[in-house]
Nanobody
């Protein structure tokens, strides 16, 4: 059974930085697409960033491009999201997700079969 466990959320001031981690277990993720999504209060879950586990292919939402960086460690089976220059509008619960079906990075939540429990990120002064 696939398990995804996020960590690293918290409270940060505008302009600050945070790093999130997603520890993956239970399956070989070599052929998976992995993604970070977020859901703000009262809003739909949205794509933030994605990475192909077997390569350096990445994709970002326009709202985070240039500020967030997604990466993964194949040995540790862990995915990361480095978030710089955080804004109040980045406040949300952040989820990591695994997509075993497509070969390209997709932004649709329905393409991702496995989800973590989420970690809260709050950007506020």
């Amino acid at each position: 059974q696939v398990q995804l466990v996020e960590s690293g959320g918290g409270l940060v001031q505008p302009g600050g930085s945070l790093s999130l981690s997603c520890a993956a277990s239970g399956r070989t993720f070599r052929w998976y697409i992995m993604g970070w999504f977020r859901q703000a209060l009262g809003k739909e879950r949205e794509f933030v960033a994605g990475i192909r586990w077997s390569s350096d292919d990445t994709a970002y939402a326009d709202s985070v491009k240039g500020r967030f960086t997604i990466s993964r460690d194949n040995v540790l089976n862990t995915m990361y999201l480095r978030m710089n220059n955080l804004k109040p509008e980045d406040t949300a619960v952040y989820y990591c997700a695994a997509n075993p079906m497509t070969t390209r990075i997709t932004t649709r939540t329905t393409d991702y079969d496995y989800w973590g429990q989420g970690t809260q990120v709050t950007v506020s002064s």
